[in-house]
Every structure is written in C-alpha cells, then in structure tokens.
C-alpha cells in the first residue's frame, strides 16, 4: 500500500461505545496507543443521541490530550457500536465530531466483533457474549458474517442476564401461586423488588403474588435483567441451579448454530464471567461439540476496536501485533 | 331479608366495564332490566381514569334514560371490572359518578365472575377466558375464589391472543435467521407489519429479518396480540397448526389447574370462540380431565354483571331467574 507522509502521519482513533461507558484509543499506524480516554454512555438508543455523542467525543479527546495532540492530527475514527450495521444511523456520532473539529473519515464496526479482537488476532472464528442480552457472531476474514440470536428480550436473547432474571421472576411467581416448587429464589425476588411479606388471601389470589405482578409490570421488561445476579447466589436452590444449567444450555446451542469449525471463541459479558454451574455447563458443552475450540475470556472491546481501526487502515495485526497492541493499550489505560 | 319500602323501590345498576366498551343495565330486584346503556371503554388503565369514568357514567345514564329515571332512583351499583379486586382503586369510578349525582353503594367485582354468570346461574363453577390475555377462575358460592393464570402477557397469559401473536412472530424470526422451519406466517406477519421483501445480507443477518426484529420492537409488546388471527388464517400450515394446537393444551392445562371436579365451565374470548384446531384440542382435553363438565360459551359479562348487581342487592338468581333476566336483558339491549 502506497501512502504519502502526511497520511502515514495522521493518527488512529478507536472506540469502544457502549451502553455503561465509552472508551476510545488514539493510535499510530506502527500499532502503539499513545492515549486513552474514558466517558459515560455511548449508546444513543439509551443514553439519548445528543449525550451519547458527547460522551464519545469526551472519551476521544481525553485521548488525544494525553497524548498531547488534537482533532486535526487525527485520520481515521473507527467506532464499535451496539446493534450497528444499519447504514444512515451514524449521523449521532458524525454531527457530534464535526461539532468538535474533527474532519476524520468516520466507520462504524460491530461492537461484538471489537469484543472478538479484544481475544484474538485470528481473523476467522467466533464471539459470544451474554450480559444484559445475548449473541454469537462469527468472524470471517477479520469481518462480521454471522450473527445467531442478539434478537433482544422480546424475541430472543436466550441464557442473557434479562432471561435469568425473567426466570427468576416466573419461579416466584409460579411459587406463590402454589404451581411451581418453593424456591429460595421467591424471597430473593420479593426482597430485591421491595415488596413487604402479608399472608392473607385477596381475589383468589395471595396478596404476595399480586403485589409482585404489579411492581413486575410497572418497570420496564428489560429491567428483569437485575434480577439475574440472584440466581447466581441461589445456585444450592434446585430451581435456581436448573436455571443456570438451561441458560448455559441455551448460550452453547447458540454457539453451536453459529460454528463452521475453525477458529476461536473469544466469551464476554458478565453471566458467562460468573463461575459456577452455568459457566461448568456452557464449558462442558462447547468442548463436546468441538474439543479443539480455544476458549479465550475478554473482559470488553476496547482493544478490539483498536485492531478493528487498524485494520480499516490498511495495518494487518498478527499474532504478535496483537501482544504488543495489548501491551501498549493496557500501559495507556494503566497511565 | 327486611327491607324498607323505599329500599325495596330503589332500582339497581350492573355495570360491564371492558377495554373496548362499558355497558348498563338498570334493574328491578325482580329481576326485570328496565334499561340498557353502551359507551366507550370502562378501563381506566388503558383509556385512563378520567375517560373510563365518563364513558361508564355515560353507559348508566343511557340505561336511565331508556326507562324515563334518573340518578336518584339508583340504590345500588355493581361494576365487573378487568384486573379488579385491590382495595382503593375504586376512585376513578366512584368520582365520575359523584360528579353525576349518584349517591349510591358503589361494589367492584371481577369481570371474570360477570363472564361467568353470564352463562349460568350455578353457584359453583369456572371460567376461561382468552382474548388479548388468559385467565382461568373458580368460583364457589358466587365468589371468586381461585385464579390461574391472568399474569400478563410478561409472566403468563398462555395460550392468550398475545401468546398466538408472539409465538407467529417467533415463528417468522426463526424462518427468516435459518435456525426454524419456513412457514407460511413468514410472509402473513411481514405484510401485517408493512415489511417491504429484501433479499440482501446485512451484517451477518437478512435485511428483511433486521426490519421486522426493529418493526416489533417499535410497538409495544402486548401489540403482537394483532398477529393471532394470522395464526388461525394458516392454520394449514404445520407451524401455525402446532401453535395453535399447544395454545389449547395450554388452555386445557390452566384450567386443570383450577378444576376441582364441581360446576359447569363457561367459556368466553375470541380466541376460543374461533373454530379449529386450538378449540377443538381444548374441548378434548377438557372432555379427557371430566367427560361430565358442561361447557357453555358466553359473548360478554353483560348479564353476568346484571347478576351479580341482583345478588349484591340479596335477590338470589336461581336458573329459572337467570333465564328471565336474560330475555330481560336481551329485550333492554334491542331496544
């Protein structure tokens, strides 16, 4: 690849978007991270458009101040996002970077694929995170080509942190109303919504069940999702163990629709970082279907978003690119 | 029972107070209905207080009018109410009718007991009712009580209006990403929801499914309740047959639940009024718990709200009485 010297000059810039924070990485073309920031949200859908870009734009120039530089030194913005891959979506990120003098070309990758790369310099193989939802992606060729579940609570997310904690709520539930088997998880769930013990009998129904139905529905579905961590520490309850067992059940049968046999699996997200029967199982299935798959934890997609930008500048990073990027990142993150 | 004469004069009102209406009627404690009323929705949830009040107020002053009285001449009001039965919730209704003039004994009862006493004067016995929700109730000496199901469509409503909708989105999901069979509801829900054909791949998913995946989640979630009638439309296919053969095991399985080998069972919402496959697996199922078990149909809990006004007022409903309150009725509401 031929580049003039002003192109070879200009700086990388990485970011990790997501829902909790925004991180970015401001780059050279030889592979070294010269700074590093870190914001609030910076998922538009639900931190808001206008805050999400400003967040980004925050966690981008805490970067380039450690590094002593600004918006104009910088070439190429490569950004991991959330549910992106639809085109016409970036005007969020766009309008906020112009807003703060940068004229950089602007690509959006996939966070999911920047959680592979944070694991792995392959470029064929998979990823799999379950926190608040649930997905596998495979990665071909250093690019996104298959995506299994990642449907959302509505439709899918099967084994998430949303499904944990919905099934959590269904065994209280199911408890209460004398269908289901007692379960440790009944007063866990009661004691974590807030919802006082009263014995007595109303409308056909304990007073207990319709107290927890209606502080169920009036949050939000997905916040179900913080009932999950309670399953966890129920794990010597029956119910509670048969939950993790289906949810890491669940989680490889969707690794397992996604694998074409090659390559590794780079795991994220807090429900699988958990150990225990639920991790046990996920583990003893994946090495059923394949023994050879190399199961690699990673914590988020701020070094991937790192290869991710570099890639998209013309830098191949191999195995030992990969060490020294890490290395670098992990000194800029540490400083 | 001793009462005054002037007691005795004053008339009694029943009040049907559903989602899409609310519907009078003005009785005598001989069981005559002297007059019918029919307005908007009676459910302060959905329509909200201030509008659910006015259109049952507008519902009894229909019902008045018809028979040339007014508010003053009301000494008792009786109103089924979906979801009822919590203590101080009453205010929504009882503030509207204040406004009105009417100074009179206000009782909330389920509307699912009104649906029941719709179709039978029994004292023991049980209702089902699947429309948008599920519930099943018994009810034992003209009271509620025993519920199965009726959680909403988060925790429950099995085999509901919601629960077909949600299942044909599901199906079509799992048609479009590989993982299911293709079925004819692919097609059915995508035209429901205004979704273009695209065959392109995008980021690792058909396009197609990525609209639909962003078309369900722009609604609400209790909208997929307007999918069900695909699933009955295609009940050829096998996919949309299988759902709607385990949406009435599912039926059958609730009212299981709640069966304790007394009474008739009175059935009432769309989805088990819909010939088919769903109706006719319900009906077998229920035949196989308890061949004896009388099932009757009933539109609306019109008359079983008239009854339940009757029996607040301490005028006992025997069968030959529900039969003439139900001409009385039938008259009121052709008039």
Redesign the interface.
Known sequence: MITSQSDRDRLIVGIDAGGTSSRATLLTREGECLGYGKSGSGNPTSAGEQLAGDNVVDAVSQALRAAGRDAGDVGLIVAAAAG???SGEEHWLLQALQRAGFVSELVFE?DLLALYFSGTAEPDGYAIVSGTGASV??AQAGR?????DG??W???DRGSGFWLG?RA??AA?EDL?G?GEPTALTSAVLEALDIEPAPSL????PVLL?AL?RQ??RGR?VELARLAPLVFTASDDPIARGILIEAGELLAHSFA?AYQGTGPLVVGGSVLAQPGPLAEVFADRVAALDAGVRVIPSADGVLGSAVLALRHAGVEVDAPGHARLAASVAAARAR
């Open positions: 992106h891959g639809a996939s992606i495979r996104l080509v298959g995506t299994v449907l959302g509505l439709l899918g919905h709520a269904l539930v109303d269908r109303g409308y056909g129904r319709e139905i169920i529905y579905p629709a």
